[in-house]
């Protein structure tokens, strides 16, 4: 499969990758690892006209310590997040997380900032965002602007990022020793979660439970009145209305979420 | 149409391509290195495995335009001189391979897991694999053969230490 023709250009910086967006209007799409964008062009679901390579924008790569906030860069790919050891003292659900996007070759190649962007509600990125209570920094021609995780999602494959702006950068709050559960529900390696779950200090997110990824606030909130684990994670569905398709129904969505709920809880790292 | 220059297998190429030249049909159409396969062309089989970098990767899921300025190798490159490389040399030994679609991209994955992590355990040879699906199922001796490569590996290395 080919894609459709297109013009590509290379960004050397985050100042140039705005440039070029506002100088290529709604044509342009952002091209990072390419391992959502690709497929999708090869598939003729995008044919964008332009691509803006990012990949080689230095300012937009790398992990530092900012304060109480570990700083990701866009371009970031998932196997330097899941090998940082950085990443791994100080927020180890997301190394963790990392660690279990697609496989090796796709580690190699994906970003942590395409996979948010893309806001695919099954992936592993964009729930343990949510549950570790992240934010996105968003630049555009005007400047660079905040978005917490839970606002940033608003729909399926669809973000707060308006035209001409970038995700330049993720920001975490460090975590070193916090208690975590992560758990994933797949029929075969390499799959997106049927359902997911990652929670941490009383935050629990869901992937695939909606159009977005989500909090259980339910079992949140038994867990800070405290309800046992087991109790809690039997609230994890509540107030859902997950998707249904050749793998799940909406009945064993839910019932899924309560069970890895559960063992994400009762089994903390 | 754009120039790009990058180095395969060792050499240096410089080419007119296409943006959208997939970095798969680069290799096997322009440069006539027919190794890496294309099987699924939706980055599922893993059968365009090709190192760019040391690191592996899906060939049929990578711009040939993103490459540029970058190092390749394919199956080919691993034996220049026509000497095996210690993990085609196991495939071979431990009979990893039957009809040999996957082969070419399964010795590149092990390449790059071996070179990430020297001396895997069987489950970690099995997730490291995870990338590339062979559908004779001939996954066991595949998994032996790349165990295999580690060990007389780490065998070559204590008798250098020795």
Not at chain 1, 117 to 124: K, R, S, V
Not at chain 1, 135 to 145: D, F
Not at chain 2, 121 to 130: A, H, N, P
Request: proline letters at 5%; a negative charge.
């Amino acid at each position: 499969m080919i894609p459709a023709a297109f013009d590509y250009v290379a960004a050397d910086s985050a100042a140039d990758a705005v440039d070029l967006l506002a100088r290529h209007g709604d044509d342009a799409k952002l091209l990072a690892g390419g391992h959502s964008l690709l497929p999708m062009m090869k598939l003729r679901l995008a044919a964008p006209p332009v691509l803006i390579d990012i990949s080689r924008a230095r300012d937009l790569s790398g992990i530092s310590i900012d304060g109480g906030e570990l700083v990701i860069g866009a371009t970031t790919r998932h196997a330097d997040l899941a090998s940082s050891e950085l990443v791994k003292t100080e927020a180890p659900l997301l190394a963790h997380a990392a660690s279990l996007v697609g496989d090796p070759q796709i580690r190699h190649r994906g970003t942590i900032g395409g996979s948010l962007a893309h806001a695919d509600p099954a992936a592993d990125l964009p729930m343990a965002l949510v549950a570790l209570g992240g934010s996105v920094e968003l630049t555009g021609p005007a400047g660079s602007r905040r978005v917490a995780a839970d606002d940033f999602f608003t729909g399926f494959f669809e973000t707060t990022l308006a035209d001409g702006e970038l995700l330049s950068a993720v920001r975490v709050p460090r975590r070193p020793g916090a208690a975590w559960g992560y758990q994933k529900f797949v029929r075969r390696a390499n799959d997106w979660a049927i359902v997911g779950v990652a929670a941490i200090d009383g935050r629990i997110a869901l992937a695939n439970m909606a159009s977005v990824p989500i909090r259980a606030r339910a079992a949140e909130e038994a867990l800070a009145t405290g309800a046992s684990p087991a109790q809690a994670a039997e609230l994890a569905a509540y107030g859902t209305s997950p998707g249904e398709d050749i793998h799940a129904d909406k009945e064993f969505r839910q019932h899924l979420a309560r069970v890895l709920t559960r063992r994400a809880l009762e089994h903390l790292s | 149409m754009m120039h790009v220059k990058l180095t395969v297998n060792g050499e240096q190429r410089s080419d007119d391509v296409e943006p959208r030249l997939l970095l798969v049909h680069y290799l096997r159409e322009v440069c006539g290195l027919r190794a890496a396969n294309i099987g699924c062309d939706t980055t599922s089989c893993g059968a365009c495995t090709v190192l760019l970098n040391g690191e592996s990767v899906k060939s049929c899921t990578v711009l040939t335009a993103q490459v540029a300025d970058q190092d390749v190798v394919t199956a080919e490159g691993l034996a220049p001189d026509g000497e095996l490389h210690p993990v085609q040399q196991a495939f071979r030994d431990e009979h990893g391979l039957q009809c040999g679609f996957c082969t070419p991209g399964m010795v590149m994955a092990a390449v790059s897991l071996l070179k990430e992590n020297p001396a895997p355990t069987e489950d970690q040879v099995r997730q490291g694999l995870e990338g590339n699906l062979c559908r004779c199922t001939g996954y066991h001796n595949i998994v032996r053969a790349v165990l295999a490569a580690a060990a007389q590996s780490a065998g070559s290395r204590a008798e250098v230490t020795a």
